[in-house]
Nanobody
Framework: QVQLVESGGGLVQPGGSLRLSCAAS????????IGWFRQAPGKEREGVSC????????YYADSVKGRFTISRDNAKDTVYLQMASLKPEDTAVYYC???????????????WGQGTQVTVSS
């Protein structure tokens, strides 16, 4: 397993942007597929985006397609989620997770970060 640390969350106005980062603590995430998930109060955790270990394959939930971009810099051992045109319904705790293959299903991941809060509000 690998320990993951998310950062970059915060409060942003509707229409604004944020970039989340997912880094490994004490190990490397370059051999793993990474998924981003989010959970809003009272709702189930949902897949937002994921990327293969090579970075060649990426997937997005319909709700974020065209607004969010996932990328990875294996030299920096970091995966990013660039979020633009944010909406109040994007408010949630965002988690990154590591697994063997890119999937939008949470059960496919064995290591999870603690999460970072994203709040979209005016």
């Amino acid at each position: 397993q690998v320990q993951l640390v998310e950062s970059g969350g915060g409060l942003v106005q509707p229409g604004g942007s944020l970039r989340l980062s997912c880094a490994a603590s004490g190990s490397t995430l370059r051999y793993y597929a990474i998924g981003w998930f989010r959970q809003a109060p009272g709702k189930e955790r949902e897949g937002v985006s994921c990327i293969s270990a090579s970075g060649l394959s990426a997937y997005y939930a319909d709700s974020v397609k065209g607004r969010f971009t996932i990328s990875r810099d294996n030299a920096k051992d970091t995966v990013y989620l660039q979020m633009a045109s944010l909406k109040p319904e994007d408010t949630a705790v965002y988690y990154c997770a590591a697994g063997l293959r890119a999937t939008m299903t949470s059960g496919g991941y064995h290591s999870w970060g603690q999460g970072t809060q994203v709040t979209v509000s005016s």
